[in-house]
C-alpha cells in the first residue's frame, strides 16, 4: 500500500480540483449513491478525550476508505497538538488497502473545500471581501477556498487570541503565498463582519461569534466549527432569516448545534433543513434567490469528502511517483 504525508498531499490536490471533488461528493450523497453512516464516537478520557470513526463510499470516484480522528483535549499541555487523524483508502474492487495518509490535512483541505463549494454556488459573484472567524489550521484552508471561486480582494481574519492571528498570517505567507498580500487580522469581529460578503466560521465556540444585527444585505456565510448540539458559531435570528444549505439532513440533525438551537428557539423548523448541497449542485434547487439574501451552508462533515480526496491523491500519486510503498505482507 501506499503512504503519504502532509507534505506529499500539499503537492497532489490542488484546491481548485479538492472544491470540484466535493460538488461530486455531495452530488452522489444527496442522490442517494454514496454511502456515509453519521460518524460514531468513542470516549476515551475524561478530559474530555474521543476517536471519531467515519467510513464512507462514492462508487462514481472509485473512493472506499474511512478516516479516524482523534481529539485529546489534554494535548496541548504535552506541547502536541489537540487533533491527529489518518485517512485509509480501500480498493473498492477487491478489498485490499491501498493507501494511509495523515489526515489532518486532508480534512483542511476538504472542508474548506466544501465552503469553496457552496461558495461557488451560493454567494454573489461579484464578492470580493471575505472574512474568516477563526484562525486556525481550518481558516487558512477557508481562505483559500473562497479565493479559489471568487474575486476576493481583501482576507479578513479574526480570532480572540493575538497569537492564533499571527500564525494565521505566517502560515498564509507560507501555504498561499500569492494570497497572504490580501491578509489582514482583528480582534473586532463587528467591524469585520460589517465589511464581509462572504463569512466562513471555524471555531470551537459554545455561542454565536458575530451579531446577526452587523450582516450587510446579499452575504454568504459558510459555518463549518459547530458539530455537536452544544455548539453554537451562527446566531439563532440568523437561521431564522437565512436561506439555509446543509450538507447532509440526517447528519445536521445528529450534531449542528447552530441548527438545533434555532429549532429550539421556534424560529427555524426539520422542515427547512432539507435543501442539501448536493441539490444544488445538480441544480434542482437554487442556492440564491436574489442579490439581498442572506445564505448560509452549514456544514459537519462527511466521509465522502475525505474518500473523494484520497482517492484523487492516490491517483495522482501513483502518476507522478510520490509517497512510499509498505508492505503489509
Not at 238 to 250: H, L, M, Q, Y
Not at 293 to 298: A, C, L, R, S
Amino acid at each position: 500500500m501506499l503512504a503519504l504525508s502532509r507534505s506529499d498531499l500539499k503537492t497532489l490536490v490542488p484546491m481548485a480540483d479538492a472544491v470540484e471533488l466535493m460538488k461530486v461528493a455531495f452530488r452522489e450523497l444527496s442522490a442517494g449513491r454514496a454511502l456515509a453512516p453519521v460518524r460514531s464516537s468513542l470516549p476515551v478520557n475524561d478530559d474530555p478525550s474521543a476517536m471519531l470513526m467515519m467510513p464512507g463510499f462514492v462508487p462514481a470516484s472509485g473512493a472506499l476508505g474511512f478516516k479516524t480522528v482523534n481529539f485529546f483535549a489534554g494535548n496541548p499541555k504535552r506541547g502536541l497538538p489537540t487533533i491527529h487523524a489518518i485517512v485509509c483508502l480501500i480498493d473498492p474492487d477487491n478489498g485490499i488497502p491501498m493507501a494511509v495518509m495523515e489526515g489532518g490535512y486532508v480534512t483542511a483541505l476538504r472542508t474548506g473545500a466544501v465552503s469553496g463549494a457552496a461558495t461557488d454556488l451560493m454567494a454573489r459573484p461579484d464578492s470580493a471581501t471575505l472574512t474568516v472567524i477563526g484562525a486556525g489550521v481550518q481558516g487558512v484552508t477557508q481562505a483559500a477556498a473562497v479565493c479559489a471561486v471568487r474575486p476576493i480582494e481583501r482576507i479578513i481574519g479574526v480570532d480572540v487570541s493575538e497569537e492564533q492571528l499571527s500564525r494565521f498570517r505566517a502560515a498564509m505567507a507560507e501555504d498561499w503565498p500569492d494570497l497572504a498580500g490580501m491578509v489582514e487580522t482583528t480582534t473586532d469581529a463587528s467591524s469585520a463582519v460589517k465589511a464581509a460578503d462572504v463569512i466562513c466560521t471555524a471555531t470551537t465556540a459554545r455561542r454565536a461569534v458575530f451579531d446577526d444585527a452587523d450582516l450587510k444585505p446579499g452575504t454568504h456565510i459558510n459555518a463549518v466549527g459547530a458539530f455537536t448540539p452544544e455548539m453554537q458559531e451562527v446566531p439563532v435570528a440568523t437561521c431564522g432569516r437565512a436561506r439555509i444549505v446543509v450538507d447532509n439532513f440526517d447528519a445536521v440533525m445528529e450534531e449542528a448545534g447552530d441548527l438545533l438551537m434555532a429549532i429550539a428557539a421556534g424560529v427555524i423548523s426539520e422542515d427547512d433543513l432539507h435543501l442539501e448541497l448536493g441539490h444544488v449542485v445538480e441544480d434542482s434547487a437554487k442556492g440564491r434567490a436574489d442579490d439581498e439574501e442572506i445564505t448560509f451552508f452549514k456544514s459537519v462533515g462527511n466521509a465522502v469528502q475525505d474518500v473523494v480526496v484520497a482517492r484523487f491523491a492516490v491517483d495522482a500519486a501513483r502518476a507522478k511517483g510520490v509517497g512510499q510503498e509498505v508492505n503489509l505482507l
